[in-house]
């Protein structure tokens, strides 16, 4: 009898169940729902962070602001003359004049120039003149403007 019990009991134990082996794949599915979020949000945030709309830069409200040194001016005309205060320069002659007034302010670069442009010069040209006056090492540029009419 002792015999039957122990073979009840052995045959009871080789019935175990297996083990599944490990898996050592990923499991994708999370990162695709990730990713899938992530390229809505972007849909739709991008739309978002384009400027289209259309402005009329010579007309503004803004006061005017305040300096200690006398401010530079730079003038373009209608006919696309370019001025330094009152003297016409060539655009070519702008980038190393404004250098050379940095020079002679002590190299203080943090100054204000003012662009003033005529209502229908390129935006080409007007851009030319940014360009030198941001590659003369002006960083604080101020666009002049007339008041508009009516406004307080």
């Known amino acids: 009898m002792a015999g039957g019990i122990a073979s009840i009991a052995s045959a009871g134990g080789s019935k175990r169940r297996r083990r599944r082996p490990v898996m050592s794949e990923i499991n994708v599915t999370p990162f ?5 979020v ?23 409200q803004a006061k005017a602001l305040e300096q200690n040194n006398e401010p530079l001016t730079i003038s373009v005309n209608d006919r696309g003359q370019i001025f330094l205060q009152n003297d016409e ?24 120039i003012y662009v003033r442009g005529d209502r229908t010069v390129a935006y ?23 008041v508009e009419q009516g406004s307080q």
């Not at 320069?89 to 204000?112: C, F, M």
């Not at 030319?128 to 101020?142: L, P």
Request: proline fraction near 5%.
């Open 124 to 146: 080409g040209t007007m851009m030319r003149v940014m360009g030198r006056i941001s590659g003369a090492g002006y960083h604080r540029v101020a666009l002049v403007t007339e």
């Open 38 to 60: 992530l390229l809505i949000v972007f849909m739709v945030s991008a739309p978002l962070l384009t400027v289209g709309v259309p402005i009329d830069l010579p007309q503004s």
């Open 89 to 112: 320069i060539k655009l070519d002659d702008l980038l190393p004049k404004l250098k050379a007034i940095i020079d002679a302010r002590g190299g203080n670069s943090n100054d204000l």
């Open 32 to 36: 695709v729902d990730v990713m899938l």
